[in-house]
């Protein structure tokens, strides 16, 4: 079993410990609800199960078998990239390239590609980068003791990360930034 299926099923366990119900009830009581759309359905098992967005966006999955990667399926890494960052966006992928450039020398880590963004996984999602307008890529990071800063703008609790950095420009990507990126990683396991 791979470290993140590893970690997954990890997370499929601590989901019901934390609901008191077992992963195959769950599915049932959420394939009932009708709902057909992934955000629906992860939206309903935050509410009406008392998950954060990471555990319900896993319960999603798991009951829909799905990998969550359908933006890459049959597609190299490139492709989809060239997918986020097309039109006036495609002026923001130098930004996403310098972090990935200074990201590899981190060490191992997965590069998930989703439909605006990719994520960034070790045994959990540390970071996720993607564009957030035309004019704005967007570094979210999870890290819960990191304090928040005019820049490192932390979160709400419950969403898909615990801060989030704008980025305007490539020469953004800074020794702070890394530093932040690089604890997240670190935390990740």
Known sequence: MSSLDQAIETQLKNIEIKTGTSRDE???TLLKTGLAKHS???THAQAAFGLGHGDANTLVHFACASSGNFAAEGKSEDAVLDEIYTGPKATLRPIHEALLTQLQEFGEFEVAPKKG????????QFAMIGPATNTRVEVGINHKTLPGTERLVAQPAGGMCTHKIKLTDASEVNDELMGWIRSAYDSAG
Do not use: T
């Open 40 to 42: 629906e359905l992860r």
């Open 117 to 124: 963004y990719v994520s960034l996984r070790r045994k959990k």
């Open 26 to 28: 769950l599915k049932v």
